[in-house]
Nanobody
Framework: QLQVVEAGGGLVHPGGSLRLSCAAS????????VGWFRQAPGKEREGVSCISSSGFTIEYADSVKGRFTISRNSANNTVTLQMNSLKPEDTAVYYCAAGGFCGLGYSYDYWGQGTQVTVSS
């Protein structure tokens, strides 16, 4: 069974950091572009960041530029989203997805179940 699994969500104070990881089961994540998306209550899902299979193409939403960093670890077949200087408006369920192209508006083939990130004092 082909699955994408997120890990690393939690509760953090404003200004804090969290690291999300995305892993794949049943296929090599290294061969796919990976995107991170988030959805807050009552809001539409939005693209946060993505990275191409080669790692050469990376995109960030304007709202997270300079605070979030996406990277690949080919050795363990994972993609990490390092989130720094977190704000309450970053609170959302974060989803990892794998697909053919890096693009915040592209559709992806495989989606995880999501992990909750809550930024609150």
């Amino acid at each position: 069974q082909l699955q994408v699994v997120e890990a690393g969500g939690g509760l953090v104070h404003p200004g804090g950091s969290l690291r999300l990881s995305c892993a794949a089961s049943g296929f090599r994540l290294n061969y796919f572009a990976v995107g991170w998306f988030r959805q807050a209550p009552g809001k539409e899902r939005e693209g946060v960041s993505c990275i191409s299979s080669s790692g050469f193409t990376i995109e960030y939403a304007d709202s997270v530029k300079g605070r979030f960093t996406i990277s690949r670890n080919s050795a363990n077949n994972t993609v990490t989203l390092q989130m720094n200087s977190l704000k309450p408006e970053d609170t959302a369920v974060y989803y990892c997805a794998a697909g053919g192209f890096c693009g915040l508006g592209y559709s992806y083939d495989y989606w995880g179940q999501g992990t909750q990130v809550t930024v609150s004092s």
